[in-house]
């Protein structure tokens, strides 16, 4: 693990802050050891606007607006919908965006897992944007030290039922500079081949047939490397014990998502009886999702995606707790590159950090999306840390609206003018109630 500790020339921050539009009234002064273009005690959130970029899956990514032009870009969860983040638009208005940790305990009973932890985790990366543009820091320098310069990747690659073709897809990968791998091997794999399944089962002829396929990758990318394995369906417990002592003599990275990630009674009998370390948590939000797992030490790595478990600070805690509990944490990733920077943010700040997903690496203009930083943004198997303010990346409009889902570039969102719940409980009534003579008549006649 390499540690640095990072010399940022306030020079080209103040030139790289995004505030052009405010020094004609306040010239920057080299000298000085803040940005003196904002004024954060006088800022305030004035709007929450967002565009969906349509691709592998959907990306929703969203823009909060202050009254000093300043601004911060998030990311809800892939496949999930803006309307996750534009519904706490009036939780957030006014606000001062410097205030993160008090916004985002706000917005927590609105949070939820899956697909539901994309508001708040969108929000969490566009605060951390704007807060690190406005001083003058990268987003991870707002939550921990920088532990490493750049993230390790995993990717995974289309599955095949000829196994040569299989290892020849993952050979390719290690070609592309990656040194971190997976592969999915689900049931659906064999279900074709004689006696390899039983009402939906795996037989022990069925985990001889899915081993062919770890056992030919593992010839053509070599044991030396790590090789995780995903999309083996929900298995019941016994039956995940059973392939995972079955596998344990492929030396697997890990097992991922084998049975529901609610179950944390049923992943410590798996982890307790298997070799093979055990990985869940791409759908569960917060630290109280997380809990459970590792404070029954459960699995033996978490597997936050920080567009659901409450990106960059979340994540954070998240991670911290684990690495108490000696559990490693490995970061699910499918979205587009705003996000991935903010979970690089995070993940460079995280001690117990082993690798980080990415599902874009075959999408040819993933990489357009965004500019400002170093291209291409997954570099033989590995994503630099940015060092300039915030997450480091701005939109490259021209090329975000070549792929929009639907028309409209954040647009104006009135229509998400009004909050989930009443946010002024003690405006209500008027009570109706039935008087002694019959009549219905309201509490505040
Ligand atoms: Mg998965």
Redesign the pocket.
Known sequence: MEIRETGIPRRSLLGAAGFSGLAASAAPEPSTTFNRNSAPSDLKITDIRACTVASNFDYPIIRIDTNQGVYGLGEVRDGGVRGQALVLKPHILGRNPLHIHSILELLRPYSGHGRLGGGFSAIDMALHDIAGKVYGVPAYRLIGDKLRDRIRVYCDTTPSTDAKVYARRMLDRKKQGFTFFKMDVGVGLVKDRPGALRDGSPTEKGLAYMGEYIEAVRDAIGYDVPLGT??YGRLSVPDAIRLGKAFDRFELAWL??IIDWRDWRGFKEITDAVLTPNLTG?NTFGVEGFRDLIENRAVDII?PDPETSGAIRETKAIADLAERYGIATAF?FAGSPVGCMASVHCAATVRNFVSMENHAVDIPWWDDLVTGIAKPIVNHGFIEVPEKPGLGVELNDDAVKEHLRYPGYFEPTPEYDFPLVSVRIWERGPYPHITEDGTVRNVKD
Do not use: F, Q, S, V
């Open positions: 995903d999309h991922e998502d791409e597997h699910h």
